[in-house]
């Protein structure tokens, strides 16, 4: 029985490998033919584990350790020799081609990283995405239903996550484009300076060649994508200090909860708790940068941030440090007054959402808590400001970096837009919505909602958190991330 499932996911040499032997006969016709790409350093050892039940239960050839390959190659390659093979009449290989799934096993870096490939390969039958949770805050997968926490390594748990794959939906998912340009600065670098390397992020930010035609005479540009959120702020300066920490005793960071705790602590250390009393205000978000946002196609609006706002996070799916949702489903007078929607996946829409400190991230703990909502845009632009700072944190999709700014210049600029979509897939437990499934809520759910847009109070906070129930941690809350 356990041969007869797999034979459902295998897929034969001559498909994954050039210029093989055409087999003639094939012992399976898969109805759900996968690419598996697994990131054998992701999760201690389970990434190495999981490598190896997955080469033994299917065909060698079709599993990839992103360490050695990857994922543009491979598929560019099987791909190619899929549309050979098609044009030579190849039944078979068409109808792999048509029903091919990918799945990937990592973090929201790695999985981020697949994302990227597939969107900028533009294949002629683009392949829907599995996610396998193998990092710290895992936000991708848990926003499609597949979980938070590492999974199991042995046959039983992969057969029984192969069996979820058959029984999962399609949905679309925005893919947004991020470009920084500034002078270049008389004296100095203004590279991104990360914690660790990234050697497997093809969306990581970077700078553009001179051949590119984003590239200025007298400027240095940025590019990269994410697919989940952009950050600014301190929740990015505590999770940088938490990838240098880890570059430093890697051996200390071997399993998901130890990871988690250390963060938490450095997001006590960092001063994140105590923002008022540790964190200056010039590097609160309104005193380094102005924003733009447009709404509505050509229409740039300034945007306003309150004064106390130290972390801002551009969001694209409904998990944010480890599975919570900061925009919330904004109730029937919020969408009236503001003209605000439910956080769509696939709509072209950026949640925009402001946090004052740690206390303040604290609240999308109690039911129905979020931050503080600034906007929704289809483009959104920051414009820093001259002298405001040498330098600020940013993040995406979880991996930080430390961005020097020219202090002489007032000409930085970061713009994030919408640049393409890819299909993922989606277990019937998925927490994203799409604004063309007729079962996401469009304007009929409501919400006991209290934004709290300018009231900043900290004693409210306090009144709040100090005393409650809430302000414990429960036990099964991934606190991966603390913002």
Known sequence: MAVEFLNNFKIPDYILVPDSKVEKSHECDPVCPVLVFINSKSGGQLGGELLLTYRALLNEKQVFDLGEHPPDK???TIYANLESLKKRGDQFAMKIMERLKLIVAGGDGTAGWLLGVVCDLKLSHPPAIATVPLGTGNNLPFAFGWGKKNPGT???????????????????????HILMRMRTPKEGSCDPIPPLELPHSLHAFHRVSEADELNMDGYLTFRGGFWNYFSMGMDAQVSYAFHSERKLNPEKFKNQLVNQTTYAKLGCTQGWFFAPLIHP?????????????????GQWQDLYIPPSIRSIVCLNLPSFSGGFNPWGTPNRKKQHDRDLTPPYVDDGLLEVVGFRNAWHGLVLLAPKGHGTRLAQAHRIRFEFCKGGADHTFMRIDGEPWKQPLPVDDDTVVVEISHHGQVNMLATHICKSQSMYDPSSPHHDQEEDDSDG??????????????????????????????S
């Open 74 to 76: 491979a598929l560019r």
């Open 154 to 176: 042995d046959q039983r748990s992969v057969e029984a996550f192969l069996d979820q794959v058959t029984k999962t939906k399609e949905m679309k998912i925005d893919n947004l």
């Open 281 to 297: 205000a010039s590097r609160n978000i309104a005193q380094l940068t102005k924003v733009k946002f447009m709404q509505k196609p």
């Open 453 to 482: 847009e300018i009231e900043d109070s900290l004693a409210e906070e306090y009144r709040k958190f100090g005393a409650a129930d809430t302000f414990r941690i429960p036990d099964e809350v991934d606190i991966s991330e603390l």
